[in-house]
């Protein structure tokens, strides 16, 4: 029995060579050979044979291996190939797309696998290219039921460039999968804002969820609503609703998002909502039922104009709701039109906030201080330009002097100006917590910043910490004081000038 493996260099990696009875006969810590060797003619009885076919030992020993390693291991026996695989599986992920070939008309399982392996895997939607495209569907449809799967926890589905309109697929039930929790669901990253996921997709999507009735994660991506219904053990949910160009298809509805949210109202604790798509969607504003979901903690929602559901946000609806974010990647977009659906919520203690370019056209920050006003831990992303006159940071940034933080963060891009630099320092400054501050992507020269450096030094002496970056062909990153140090800049100008240098922008 032999058990080979690769170094990281390329070379041997260590030796164990062992008898089949478990007499040890050398631990060299390096071997040209790079293997692991039992002796056939030894007494499988012995202690150590016992201890060396012994799962939980097999594991540990299996667990000293890097992933290559691991992948590159040749375990002849039954007992240490199980052992192997089923740590493997748990590392990885397994791509099943090589898995099937045709032979004429007929669906093959080309390559067996250790069924251990079958934890979590992708599916892609195009396979072998001897495979026509409609046969994309009877590879996922009939390929899931070949395989017969039964250790499978986490499915990656993976749209890209089907084209077919046959909505006449005949579908059978999946067997279940008691053990799948985790189901990931959409296009590929360069395709979420084309045409796809039409007709069958959807259905296969959802044979999927309902053959899991143990689902505890679902991130989910189309123009569709998954019925969930049947999800009685759903704990987090990603939905990404992409409004393809079909007509047929193309109709958003609040309604049907709380539909769907109201299935699964007793289990969810964490929710994040998008909607991909640069089209205006109607605002809904007729009454509707909603749940009481009584378990969600964290709620992330990433598209202002889209979800509006005003009798949804409030304490009687999300009652232990404790962290929220909200991300603007609409231009035209109105955040302060999204918190008039908003009532006030005194439970949520960590807010994140996201603002894209126009956010100071868009007074906010008041109602955001009054509608939560128990946040503890505040994170703000933003950009400032010229654009973005002084008066108007002061205007954004100083209601939250009244929150009782305990911790800031603030990353701010795309400074052009260090005027602004200054200007958010000094906001900063005066609110409560603990504070630290990045500057990334700064577009600012040497003479426009020297001017500011005392103003840099008073301010700092109330944060954490404060850095600075540039990306360029190799990212650059300046820290005036490093993360968590507490140390207050004591530098000179002429210091703080020459750490700056290599992010100062050409005159």
Known sequence: MTLSTKSDDGGGGGCVRIARGGYMHSIPEKSSSGCIILDSTMDRNSSMSKALMNPLVLTLVFRCLNLPNLKACRLVCLDWANAGASLLGKKTILNVNALFRYDGPHLFQATPVNDQLFRSITIHEEFDQIASRYKTIDIIKNGIR??????????TTV?????????????????????????????SNDRLDKIYQRYAFPLVMQITINAAPNLSVLDVSGSRFPNLSGCRHL??????????????????????????????????????????????????IRSIDVPVMSKLTTLTIHSFHAYLMPQLFNEEHLPALTNLSFENFMYSSSFSAHLEAWQRHRGVK?????????????????????LFPAVKKFELEMHVTRDSPIHEINQMMTPFQTWKLDEVNVDVGMVDDSSLIVAVLKNMSLWNGIKRLHFHHIRVTQNNFQPYIQDLILYHAAFKSLAFSVVTDVSQIVEL???????????????????????????
């Not at 960590?350 to 009054?370: G, K, M």
Request: aromatic content about 12%.
């Open 235 to 284: 704990e987090r949910l990603k939905f990404c609703f992409i409004r393809c160009h079909d007509t047929t298809y193309r109709d958003f509805s609040v309604a049907k998002v709380i539909r769907m949210l109201g299935q699964v109202k007793d289990s969810l604790t964490e929710v994040e909502l998008r909607y991909n798509s640069y089209s205006f969607v109607r605002r809904q």
């Open 159 to 187: 749209i890209g460039k089907y084209a077919g309109h046959n909505e006449n697929v005949a579908f059978q039930k999946l067997p279940l999968l008691p053990n799948l929790t985790s189901i990931k669901y959409g296009p």
């Open 350 to 370: 960590s807010l994140a906030l996201e603002l894209c370019w126009a956010w100071s056209q868009d007074e906010f920050a008041e109602s955001i201080a009054q």
């Open 146 to 155: 070949m395989l017969k799967f039964q250790n499978i926890q986490n499915l």
């Open 481 to 507: 004081a490093p993360p968590d140090s507490g140390i207050p800049i004591n530098f000179s100008v002429a210091e703080i000038l020459d750490k700056m240098q290599p992010i100062f922008k050409v005159d």
